[in-house]
């Protein structure tokens, strides 16, 4: 299901126009990164929750030139399925 | 670590949308919905601004049971992977995002490095968010520079100075202020620090920087550099020193004798030296007199001093042996290198080394004695031995192709010890490496690397091959 099909099931779910629907997704992505921080995970039932994680700084070698690089830490976003999702999709096999 | 709900998101979405208000909980909820289904019809959902959602098949696999010990099965299965697609991860990152790569420089001893820890990260993202109205480039460049010193800077670091470190009342505003240097210094002195690695930024950075010009000067040059050295250490620290260098002379002159050579400064420091250990009881008492950071940087600064005078005896000794040295290898070795010239100048040495002359060669004229005395090192020039040895010599052994000398006798013998190798006896006997070949030849060596201590190795006579007749 790529992103025109979804946004076509959603807006028929929602009963918005496409351009709507397509509009508040996006909004709703933007308040999903206003929500999460370091801090904060986001969990939705029935669904599974969104967190953020740190990676700590890294000393990285690059195979070929063998040169060794400093990775700055940084904020990663990690999905974990909640039970009732896990089940729906083996459900389905 | 908090947890928010679809309320909160539904929440920050209304204040996104205030349009959508009253249908945002109807959104939000067929939105999970619309993302469950298509999961579970196509096993793929992408979602644009968000990310995608796969469902994976995991094979089964052999694993062991944490409890007992014995062999699992853990059957296949399917899971639900979520990847983050590029603008998601990006406004995600927003508080490192402009942190960068730094390229290492190959001298940065990755071990010693202070990578940062947890607790690091947190502060430098609470003041990250609180320095927010920096230029993005600036701390970017913080950043490099920071982590270019921490590399540079703890690989250089000694005992002596973490001593210092310890006691010195500067310490705790160094280590504190670094990192503000990682984010507030301007952009001057970052860039400065990370191109050519001198410092000026805080204390702490150059007093690093100072050890390490201090060890690099001393391994190269005698005791007289201490005080050179000592002077710039000395005018990084405050103004304080200066006084209580003048208490130091006063207290000391009974207690120490000066063995330095005679430098006034040197001097001071062998008395904190003695100072420091006679007084470090009565360094708590310092503190409280409200000369803290006096006593602190005394007994620290002579503890270093101590270390850099020792290193700085041994530096001597080391240059007079190594001088000692090279004068009787030079000497002798001008005497080996001609051994291959010429077989009669060997005849007429005599009896310097046990030998079993085969040549034949009469008695030369003067000219190779004088050769003897002469600066030949390397491998000689052919045209004398031409004269000397044509048609007076033939080789013991087969010459084989590609052999710059023949092996026309025995000259000696050596016995191995601890520590060489044939290539470097060759060297000493012959003055090249090359002729570890002719040796290993002439003793049957199966294994150069592996001649035992105590084998004694037969030392063959080598003349150039040029003149050999051939047969």
Redesign the interface.
């Known amino acids: 299901?790529?992103?025109k099909?979804?946004i076509e099931?959603?807006s028929q779910?929602?009963?918005?126009s496409l351009e709507?629907t397509r509009?508040?997704?996006?909004?709703?992505?933007?308040?999903?990164?206003?929500?999460?921080?370091?801090?904060?995970?986001?969990?939705?039932?029935?669904?599974?929750?969104f967190e953020?994680k740190?990676r700590?700084?890294?000393?990285?070698v690059n195979p070929s030139t063998q040169?060794?690089?400093?990775?700055?830490?940084?904020?990663?976003?990690?999905?974990r399925?909640s039970q009732s999702?896990?089940d729906?999709?083996?459900g389905?096999? | 670590?908090?947890?928010?709900?679809?309320a909160?998101?539904i929440s920050?979405?209304k204040?996104?949308?205030p349009e959508?208000s009253d249908?945002a909980d109807?959104?939000?909820r067929?939105?999970?919905?619309?993302?469950?289904?298509?999961?579970?019809?196509?096993?793929?959902?992408?979602?644009?601004?968000?990310g995608t959602?796969k469902?994976i098949e995991v094979s089964p696999r052999e694993s062991i049971d944490v409890n007992t010990g014995n062999r699992i099965e853990i059957s296949g299965?399917?899971?639900?992977?979520?990847t983050?697609d590029a603008s998601?991860?990006d406004?995600?990152?927003k508080?490192?995002a402009h942190?960068?790569?730094?390229?290492?420089n190959?001298d940065?001893d990755?071990a010693q490095?202070m990578?940062?820890?947890?607790a690091q990260?947190?502060k430098?993202?609470d003041e990250i968010s609180g320095f927010s109205a920096n230029a993005e480039a600036g701390n970017n460049q913080a950043?490099t520079a920071a982590?270019a010193e921490r590399?540079h800077a703890n690989g250089s670091m000694d005992d002596a100075s973490d001593a210092r470190f310890d006691l010195d009342e500067n310490s705790s505003a160094a280590v504190t202020e670094s990192p503000d240097g990682i984010n507030g210094s301007s952009d001057e002195t970052t860039e400065n620090n990370y191109e050519k690695q001198d410092t000026d930024m805080t204390n702490w950075h150059k007093q690093t920087l100072d050890e390490d010009t201090l060890q690099n000067t001393q391994k190269s040059e005698g005791a007289g550099t201490l005080a050179k050295d000592e002077t710039p250490v000395k005018a990084s620290k405050s103004e304080e020193n200066e006084a209580h260098s003048e208490e130091k002379s006063e207290n000391t002159a009974e207690k120490v004798e000066v063995t330095s050579e005679g430098n006034e400064q040197t001097q001071q420091a062998e008395q904190a030296d003695a100072v420091a250990e006679d007084k470090t009881l009565e360094k708590e008492e310092k503190f409280s007199e409200g000369h803290g950071a006096d006593a602190a940087k005394k007994s620290a600064h002579t503890a270093r001093g101590k270390f850099l005078y020792v290193l700085a005896i041994i530096a001597t000794a080391t240059v007079f042996f190594a001088a000692g040295y090279y004068v009787a290898y030079y000497h002798n070795s001008s005497e080996r290198a001609n051994a291959p010239v010429t077989a009669s100048s060997a005849m007429q040495r005599g009896g310097e080394n046990v030998s079993k002359v085969v040549g034949k060669a009469k008695p030369a004229s003067v000219k190779p004695v004088e050769k003897k005395q002469a600066d030949v090192r390397a491998i000689p020039a052919k045209t004398d031995s031409a004269k000397a040895v044509k048609r007076n010599l033939k080789p013991v052994m087969p010459v084989m192709k590609g052999d710059a000398y023949m092996i026309v006798g025995q000259k000696g013998v050596h016995e191995m010890r601890s520590g060489e190798n044939v290539t470097r006896i060759a060297k000493k006997e012959y003055g090249s490496k090359d002729c570890a070949k002719y040796i290993i030849r002439y003793n049957n060596i199966e294994n150069a690397d592996l001649v035992t201590i105590g084998t004694k190795l037969k030392l063959p006579e080598l003349a150039p091959v040029d003149h050999y007749e051939k047969q």
């Open positions: 299901m790529n992103n099909e979804f099931s959603l779910a929602a009963g918005l709507d509009k508040t997704t996006n909004a709703f992505c933007d308040a999903l990164v206003e929500v999460l921080d370091d801090e904060t995970a986001l969990g939705i039932k029935g669904f599974g929750t953020v740190k700590l700084e890294r000393v990285a040169q060794k690089v400093l990775v700055p830490p940084k904020l990663i976003v990690k999905f399925p999702l896990k729906s999709i083996t389905e096999q | 670590m908090g947890k928010k709900n679809l909160d998101l920050v979405v204040g996104l949308v959508m249908s109807a959104f939000a067929a939105f999970f919905d619309t993302i469950l289904k298509g999961l579970a019809r196509d096993h793929y959902v992408k979602v644009k601004g968000l959602f469902v299965h399917s899971k639900i992977t979520f983050p998601f991860k406004a995600i990152n508080p490192f942190l960068q790569s730094v390229v290492l190959d940065t990755v490095m990578l940062f820890d947890n990260v947190e430098i993202h950043y982590a590399g």
